[in-house]
């Protein structure tokens, strides 16, 4: 069964940093493309990385974040890291990890990141 725990998020100010990290289990995310999106109120979700598998391969990134997130892979640990710096007030989402594709595993619960003016 896929399951999917993103955590690392907080409250910031704008400026700072924060790495997010997604762990899963039923999934080996080196045989995968993986991604980040975010969720805003009242806004649709939105894939602001991605990563192709299998060797990280090459990473994308929305041009809202370009330059200043930086997705990354630990494959000994499973696990997949969104490093945020130079966060902007605009950054203020609920930050999950998926398949950067139409279908998509199960959901997890995401992580809050706040960033304050």
């Known amino acids: 069964q896929v399951q999917l725990v993103e955590s690392g998020g907080g409250l910031v100010q704008a400026g700072g940093s924060l790495r997010l990290s997604c762990t899963a289990s039923g999934i080996i995310f080196r045989l995968n493309a993986v991604g980040w999106y975010r969720q805003a109120p009242g806004k649709q979700r939105e894939l602001v990385a991605s990563?192709?598998?299998?060797?990280?391969?090459?990473?994308n990134y929305a041009d809202s974040v370009k330059g200043r997130f930086t997705i990354s892979r630990d494959s000994a640990k499973n696990t997949v890291y969104l490093q945020m710096n130079s966060l902007k007030p605009e950054d203020t989402a609920v930050y999950y990890c998926n398949k950067p594709t139409v279908s998509v595993w199960k959901w997890g619960q995401g992580t809050q990141v706040t960033v304050s003016s």
């Open positions: 990563m192709t598998s299998p060797s990280g391969g090459s990473t």
